[in-house]
């Protein structure tokens, strides 16, 4: 459709409501679930969306989701907003799990709260890991040799 005239009537031909309220893209995907349509170049459907019933798109901003439905195009569903502002969005609704707040230590035997992390140089520790870390050094430098030899001679 690149010389089609992109008009409202034509672009909700391609959708379809939910119960929740969002307008579902039935036209082409990207991998992530954003539609495409092919108007003025492909565009990502929500941002056509925006434009045609909302408004110009201003430089450097981005159109977000407020439903967190990639395939939304429903014009009270999007809103306007920076890198910043759609990173802030997409914490405070749990969306990016490495940012969020560690649950288990690495390798993942206890759990982190206030009593069991250390802080050191190298940031958060595990404390029963570290703990158990130099334990075991501790009973493997008991057991070796040298230490057993060290000891016999103080002891004499």
Same mark, same amino acid.
């Given at each position: 459709?690149?010389?089609?005239?992109?008009?409202?009537?034509?672009?909700? #031909?391609?959708?379809?409501?939910?119960?929740?309220?969002?307008?579902? +893209?039935?036209?082409?995907?990207?991998?992530?679930?954003?539609? +495409?349509?092919?108007?003025?170049?492909?565009?990502?459907?929500?941002?056509?969306? @925006?434009?045609?019933? =909302?408004?110009?798109?201003?430089?450097?901003?981005? =159109? &977000?989701?407020?439903? !967190? /439905?990639?395939?939304? =195009?429903?014009?009270?569903?999007?809103?306007?907003?920076?890198?910043? !502002?759609?990173?802030? !969005?997409?914490? #405070?609704?749990?969306?990016?799990?490495?940012?969020?707040?560690?649950?288990?230590?690495?390798?993942?035997?206890?759990?982190? /709260?206030? !009593?069991?992390?250390? @802080? #050191?140089?190298?940031?958060?520790? &595990?404390?029963?890991?570290?703990?158990?870390?130099?334990?075991?050094?501790? @009973?493997?430098?008991?057991?070796?040799?040298?230490? /057993?030899?060290?000891?016999?001679?103080?002891?004499?």
């Amino acid at each position: 459709m690149p010389g089609v005239q992109l008009t409202k009537e034509n672009f909700f #031909s391609r959708t379809q409501t939910t119960p929740t309220g969002c307008v579902e +893209w039935l036209g082409s995907k990207d991998k992530d679930g954003y539609g +495409w349509i092919r108007c003025q170049g492909h565009r990502k459907a929500h941002r056509a969306a @925006y434009s045609l019933f =909302v408004g110009p798109i201003p430089p450097g901003l981005l =159109v &977000c989701h407020k439903c !967190d /439905n990639t395939s939304c =195009v429903n014009p009270k569903h999007l809103f306007l907003g920076t890198v910043s !502002d759609n990173l802030q !969005d997409a914490i #405070s609704k749990g969306r990016i799990p490495r940012l969020l707040p560690q649950k288990f230590c690495k390798l993942g035997l206890h759990k982190l /709260n206030a !009593d069991n992390i250390k @802080y #050191s140089k190298s940031g958060r520790r &595990c404390r029963q890991c570290d703990n158990n870390k130099w334990m075991e050094r501790y @009973y493997k430098r008991k057991n070796s040799t040298e230490w /057993n030899m060290e000891n016999d001679d103080a002891t004499k």
